[in-house]
């Protein structure tokens, strides 16, 4: 009752909302809030917070599209563009477009995990896949443009008015979300197999060394020794602890005064410098240059926004189940009710086709096949003399589709010729063509007729909308009633001409067709199933059994620390080529091989990588035999393919591509595996999310050209940088429990560990910042000289490793022309073609 007096009483103030949503979080009423709208009150089960902020997500989704649209503009325009001569200003607008897609993508990517409109959810699902696409594209295309894996946005970021950060590439939250009960159920398998395994492996058998009595007394003896030196070690500090408690007491006694005078400095210094250090701190708040400790910790607001996004995800269960539901009902009820009208104007369609037909040319048509789209081609906005005139031509052009003699070839080589001139006066560089702009422009399309200008102030809650599922299953039902339809119409009209023949005395023509052959006359042979009878538990679990298949660590791509390469631009253009940084090793990752795996849409119609080696400073199996090598390819590759998307990761990639096996691995055979993996490489298609990763710091013993050929892309990663340094040492120290103080110069640290690696990091934080040090940071902080002499143990990548690493890097396809692009004789080689390579033949 008191609720409604209250209510009753703000009924017609409406700018006093958040009064009243004060009132309602005083009364714990924030399950059902009333709202007046000017004439009636309105009941709705949702909070306001929320649902502003599906308004907010609303609204990044019209902004995303907005720029979306100015860049398929930009992209499709009505006339294609001249090729572009000039190497510099083509990179600079595939840079340009790179970095506006990514927005997007981080636009797109947040508002797809927010909001909880099932039917919006499919088109951005759709946008997103095709702007992630789309940049995947771009990324490949300066590849082959500037003839390099890394490259540096440091001008385009400062023209755009952008951060680093802007161009980080967000991972998609529903890679995970959306298959978090497959990833479960998987998890579970693999962790009882491995329980199992650990089982059922027979331990090693104790080894009884046979000690003779000399042997046991020395050993005895040394022990004896070291027990008597301890407890005479002990009684020594207790003797010299009575000796010093002795001569206090002979010296005479201290005067309590001077006693107290004495505490009094030590105390009084203590709580000056306790007082200067507050005033210190309080006066960098009050400058901005430290953050305040209370937001520090968790605040209020973050805590809430967390719960909200929970809230969210659980919603966006609740709305897609309800639209599945409601998907089965519409379709069935759509089917029972209009179904039986949708049969019979077809028919009336098409029968008034088959007389318009008759009058118009004095025979009846032939139907339409069902692969050039049966009866929806009679619907077209054509008259039948068009429409019959298009059927004949195709039926001219099938006869036609025959082996050419050599004077039609000679004609299509003239022509062929013709077309090559033409290209080689536009000479210049060329946008490749891309597979996710149609879709991208139909999502689009999509947005503009159906969204963008839509009233949703009825669908308060954000569920799914009745109307457009009938609009969509309309569609669908109308193309299964057709294909019957078209069924009963073959025949139909069949009888018809059957009927008109008699009459006429003619003989009676088959209305049946030869079935088109396949284009390729031999059948492509299957991949031959050796386990055909095999479970994929049975599978995993040999594969675990042989150690092929092992617990992965839970490792995120944003623990892999890195800065941001500021000055490679500014590098390249004093002719200096920049060594990447650990951010742009962590981009390329992303890019060529979670957002692939991630996304099937993705996988299908981006450039194709089935295999990634990585590169830089620094035999498992008991298969004999060639029967036994392909068993265990073939089970590799098939877990790979039921449990994709899926990584198979090679330790010393470059063992089976070695110039000259080591003596020590000559027993291990390890090119065994040089032919057959290559050729189960081949197997893996465009629908299987499976990459092949290879690790390798010794590149230089194998054969580069085998490696190349197995690697499509071969990633050299770098030892971290300065900025990379510092952010590594502090995040590290920061992981392991210690704290980061003024004591602690990590600039200093991070200049004399140039040339180290990240892992010599983690062991040196690792040895440093123990349990025991830990609990003395209040009194004594770390400081930087504590981590010298642990690094100085390890050996860091010198120069040379680093210099030989790069040299032959170079020796690589991609490093071959970056070479030859520098040098300028890729841009001499280019326009020998037609008439100029025949010369140069016949030479």
């Known amino acids: ?48 917070g929320r649902d502003m902020s599906q308004r907010a997500y609303n609204e990044l989704w019209a902004e995303a599209q907005l720029e979306l649209s100015r860049l398929l503009t930009e992209e499709l325009p009505a006339e294609p563009p001249r090729p572009e001569k000039d190497r510099v200003v083509f990179f600079q607008r595939l840079a340009m477009l790179y970095v506006r897609y990514i927005q997007i993508f981080r636009q797109l990517e947040k508002v797809y995990d927010q909001v909880v409109h099932p ?83 027979s331990p090693e058998p104790l080894m009884v060394k046979d000690m003779s009595q000399e042997e046991a007394i020395k050993i005895i003896q040394v022990v004896e020794r070291t027990r008597q030196g301890r407890l005479r070690a002990k009684l020594n500090e207790e003797s010299r602890n009575m000796n010093k408690m002795y001569r206090t007491k002979d010296s005479g006694a201290v005067s309590i005064e001077s006693a107290a005078v004495c505490i009094q400095k030590v105390w009084r210094g203590y709580i000056e410098r306790k007082r200067a250090k507050i005033a210190r701190d309080e006066e960098m708040i009050f400058l901005g240059m430290v953050m305040d400790p209370k937001y520090q910790v968790p605040y209020p607001a973050e805590i ?59 025979s009846f048509p032939d139907y339409p096949d069902e692969e050039d789209g049966g009866s929806a081609i009679i619907f077209a906005e054509k008259n039948p003399q068009q429409l019959m005139e298009e059927i004949a031509e195709k039926e001219e052009v099938d ?75 309309r569609k669908v039902i109308e193309t299964e009633i057709r294909l019957q339809v078209d069924e009963q119409m073959r025949q139909e009209l069949a009888d018809w001409k ?43 679990q040999e594969l ?103 990584v198979i990761w090679i330790e010393d990639a470059e063992k089976m591509f070695y110039k000259k096996v080591p003596k020590e691995e000559k027993e291990l055979d390890p090119k065994r595996l040089k032919k057959d993996l290559p050729k189960c490489l081949k197997l893996i298609k465009g629908e299987d999310r499976v990459l092949i990763v290879g690790t390798t710091k010794d590149p230089l013993s194998a054969d580069i050209k085998s490696l190349c050929k197995m690697y499509s892309k071969i990633i050299l990663i770098p030892r971290p940088d300065y900025g990379s340094r510092y952010i590594l040492w502090k995040q590290l120290i920061q992981k392991k429990g210690g704290e980061v103080t003024k004591a602690l110069d990590l600039s200093s640290l991070a200049k004399i560990s140039d040339g180290y690696t990240p ?35 390890f050996d860091p990548v010198f120069q040379e490793e680093e210099e030989a690493l790069k040299n032959w890097y170079a020796k690589t396809p991609l490093g071959k022309k970056r070479i030859k692009a520098a040098t300028g004789k890729e841009e001499e080689e280019a326009p020998v073609k037609g008439k100029d390579a025949k010369k140069k033949g016949k030479k």
Request: hydrophobic share 35%; aromatic share 6%.
């Open 1 to 48: 009752m008191e609720t409604g007096r209250v209510l009753f009483q703000l009924r017609k103030a409406d700018l006093l909302f958040d009064t009243l949503w004060l009132t309602l979080v005083k009364f714990n009423c924030l399950q059902l809030v009333w709202l007046f709208d000017k004439r009636h009150w309105k009941h709705f089960p949702f909070s306001r």
């Open 119 to 201: 039917q919006k959810r499919q088109v951005i699902r759709a946008m997103l896949d095709g702007v992630i696409g789309r940049v995947i594209e771009l990324k490949n295309e300066m590849v082959e443009k500037e003839f390099s894996e890394y490259h540096y946005m440091d001008d385009v970021l400062h023209d755009l008015k952008l951060r680093p950060a802007d161009l980080e590439i967000p991972i998609p939250l529903y890679f995970i979300t959306e298959r978090n009960k497959e990833l479960q159920e998987r998890k579970t398998m693999l962790t009882d197999i491995l329980k199992m395994a650990e089982v059922t492996e």
């Open 304 to 362: 809430t926004a967390q719960a909200n996004q929970a809230y969210t995800h659980i919603k966006q269960e609740e709305h897609e189940e309800d639209y599945q539901k409601s998907i089965e009902a519409v379709t069935k009820q759509l089917r029972d009710v209009e179904g039986h009208d949708m049969s019979k104007t077809m028919k009336d369609q098409i029968r008034q086709w088959f007389i318009e037909c008759r009058d118009a040319t004095g």
């Open 399 to 473: 006869s036609s589709n025959k082996p050419k003699g050599k004077e039609e070839k000679k004609e299509k080589g003239k022509k062929d010729k013709g077309k090559d001139e033409e290209e080689e006066e536009e000479a210049g560089l060329k946008m490749l063509p891309s597979a996710f702009l149609s879709d991208l422009e139909v999502g689009n399309k999509t947005y503009t007729d159906v969204w963008k200008t839509r009233n949703e102030s009825k669908n308060f809650s954000q569920r799914h909308e009745v109307e457009l599922i009938k609009e969509e299953k």
């Open 498 to 540: 059957l009927a008109v023949d008699k009459d006429k005395g003619g003989k009676t023509k088959g209305n049946a067709k030869k079935k088109k052959g396949s284009k390729s006359g031999k059948k492509k042979k299957k991949e031959k199933d050796l386990t055909a009878d095999r479970t994929l538990e049975s599978l995993c």
């Open 544 to 646: 675990v059994e042989q150690g092929l298949l092992k617990k992965a660590n839970n490792v995120g791509l944003q623990d892999y620390l890195g800065d941001y390469s500021y000055l490679g631009t500014t590098l390249r253009q004093n002719d200096i080529e920049p060594m990447p940084s650990l951010s742009d090793v962590r981009q390329v990752l992303t890019l060529y091989a979670i957002l692939p795996l991630g996304s099937q849409v993705v996988h299908e119609n981006a450039p194709l990588i089935k295999a990634i080696l990585l590169t830089g400073p620094g035999g498992v199996g008991k298969y004999p035999g060639k029967s036994g090598l392909a068993m265990m390819l073939h089970i590799v590759f098939k877990v790979a393919r039921l449990l994709q998307p899926s």
């Open 759 to 793: 892992g010599h990091m983690v062991q040196v934080v690792q040895s440093v910042v123990t349990k025991r040090r830990i609990l003395q940071q209040a009194n004594r902080p770390l400081t930087a000289a504590e981590f010298v002499a642990p690094l100085a143990k």
